[in-house]
Nanobody, 125 residues
Framework: QVQLVESGGGLVQAGGSLRLSCAAS????????MGWFRQAPGKEREFVAA????????AYADSVKGRFTISRDNAKNTMYLQMNNLKPEDMAVYYC??????????????????WGQGTQVTVSS
């Protein structure tokens, strides 16, 4: 079983940038497809971005395309989310997740088996 810990959240002004990290322990990150999700107060947890085991395939929510970039470094057992041009509507708790299935669905929240505890991203306007 893999354990996931997010970091890098914080307070940023609109238009600013943050880079989130998701560090894995317990098992090699290369065994999992990975994803980022976020949840704002009063809303359901929603898909943000996903990356396949090798990093060869990525997927993004329309709302973050062109602004966010997902990446991974399997040698460091870490996944990243570079977030640029942040908007107030990006404010949420961001969670990383791991999918142990062979097939890659990316966007489907219920396909993910392991979750981190989340990191808060606050964007001031």
């Amino acid at each position: 079983q893999v354990q996931l810990v997010e970091s890098g959240g914080g307070l940023v002004q609109a238009g600013g940038s943050l880079r989130l990290s998701c560090a894995a322990s317990g098992r090699s990150l290369s065994n999992y497809h990975m994803g980022w999700f976020r949840q704002a107060p009063g809303k359901e947890r929603e898909f943000v971005a996903a990356i396949s085991r090798s990093g060869g395939r990525t997927a993004y929510a329309d709302s973050v395309k062109g602004r966010f970039t997902i990446s991974r470094d399997n040698a460091k057992n870490t996944m990243y989310l570079q977030m640029n041009n942040l908007k107030p509507e990006d404010m949420a708790v961001y969670y990383c997740a791991a999918d142990r299935n062979l097939g890659w669905t990316g966007v489907v929240r219920d396909e993910y088996d392991y979750w981190g505890q989340g990191t808060q991203v606050t964007v001031s306007s």
